[in-house]
């Protein structure tokens, strides 16, 4: 094994909070790629991102869910607000999966449109998309006090690519890789990282993903730490498996104070 050392960072939700982005990226989705004889989409909406949409938010693991959730909130008829949104979430997979159907949709459609919504936002005023994201400085400054260790940070996302590179830029961090979800699952890319590098840990705000890493024996080795900033589900903040560590923003840099 090389003992070149990294961490490993999900992006939204740990370096950045693209609440906003999400919001109107899938609402311009919908708007402008969607069709959706179900819904009309006034100005007014892209002003503020609804309490509900960022209470389904922790629930989401592909950029595609968030386009049908958005759909499904600005519905005329029988959309998802605050006091039925329990009954989406308690089936969060099976209702996204009937409204695909429903509609005659593919995720991977909704996966496109959402990225193109993203393409015609940076071609037209890259800046203003830029500032939708909110960067956790300390973050940023952890990686930069890595940098100084000669520690790598590399980057694993389920958001594409171009996208999460094209915002590090601006927060001059150059890491050393970036995976999107072009790259396939997280944990088959952690399987190939741990091949090449000493993973010192690997910081998620998806409990889930954590679990999967840690019951995966390619990469149960890697020590996995859940981001308590990110989108989190009051419930994963419970019944942690000690394999699993709630990790506050504040202390982040007592991971590299050996
Ligand atoms: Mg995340």
Not at 21 to 32: H, Q, V
Not at 148 to 160: A, H, L, N, V
Not at 237 to 255: A, C, F, T, V
Request: net charge neutral; hydrophobic share 35%.
């Amino acid at each position: 094994m090389s003992s070149q050392k990294i961490f490993l960072f999900d992006f939204d939700g740990v370096i950045v909070d693209g609440m906003h982005e999400y919001w109107n990226s899938s609402l311009l989705a919908c708007e402008k790629y969607l069709n959706s004889p179900y819904i009309s989409v006034d100005e007014k909406l892209y002003k503020r991102v609804p309490n509900t949409f960022k209470e389904i938010r922790p629930w989401v693991k592909y950029g595609w869910e968030m386009v049908l959730i958005v759909h499904e909130i600005i519905k005329t008829e029988n959309p998802i607000k605050h006091l039925n949104k329990d009954d989406f979430i308690n089936n969060y997979y099976q209702n996204c999966e009937r409204i695909l159907k429903d509609n005659s949709w593919i995720a991977e459609d909704l996966q496109r449109i959402l990225d193109k919504s993203r393409k015609y936002q940076i071609n037209k005023d890259f800046k203003s998309w830029v500032n939708l994201h909110n960067p956790y400085f300390e973050v940023i400054n952890f990686m930069k006090e890595l940098k100084k260790r000669e520690i790598k940070s590399g980057i694993i996302t389920t958001k594409g690519k171009i996208f999460a590179e094209k915002i590090l830029i601006q927060l001059n961090i150059f890491p050393e890789f970036i995976f999107g979800y072009e790259s396939g699952t997280k944990i088959k890319i952690a399987e190939k990282v741990t091949q090449t590098y000493e993973i010192l840990g690997f910081i998620e705000d998806r409990k889930k993903t954590l679990i999967d890493v840690k019951q995966n024996s390619e990469t149960s080795h890697i020590p996995c730490f859940l981001a308590d900033w990110g989108y989190l589900k009051e419930s994963d903040r419970y019944n942690l498996s000690n394999e699993i560590k709630l990790l506050k923003l504040g202390s982040l840099e007592e991971l590299v104070a050996i």
